[in-house]
């Protein structure tokens, strides 16, 4: 069974930063594109970032320049480090993986729990 944990959020200050982590665990054979949303009380979910397997990497308008997704192959990890955060970055962020478990299986969808960032004075 494959699971992705979310880390690294909490509460911070406008204009400060913060750094969060989701890892992957589990049968994995190969892991491709991983994503970052976010979804603010009573909205939708957003796309905030990309990355491809090969480091490619796309961001919404609202965080370009400020926020930076990577990832870590070897512990099938992916980073979001968040920068200049304004209060309307405020929301419960998710991570997202398209994971194949077995070199037969295709690729899937899996998701993180979430994990909640608060930008508040």
């Known amino acids: 069974q494959v699971q992705l944990v979310e880390s690294g959020g909490g509460l911070v200050q406008p204009g400060g930063s913060l750094r969060l982590s989701c890892a992957a665990s589990?049968?994995?054979?190969?892991?491709?594109?991983m994503r970052w949303y976010r979804q603010a009380p009573e909205k939708e979910r957003d796309l905030v970032a990309t990355?491809?397997?090969?480091?490619?990497?796309n961001y919404a308008d609202s965080v370009k320049g400020r926020f930076t997704i990577s990832r870590d192959s070897a512990k099938n990890t992916v980073y979001l480090q968040m920068n200049s955060l304004k209060p309307e970055d405020t929301a419960v962020y998710y991570c997202n993986a398209e994971i194949a478990a077995r070199s037969w299986s295709g690729y899937r969808d899996y998701w993180g729990q979430g994990t909640q960032v608060t930008v508040s004075s």
């Open positions: 589990g049968i994995i054979f190969s892991i491709n594109t």
């Open positions: 990355i491809t397997s090969g480091g490619l990497t």
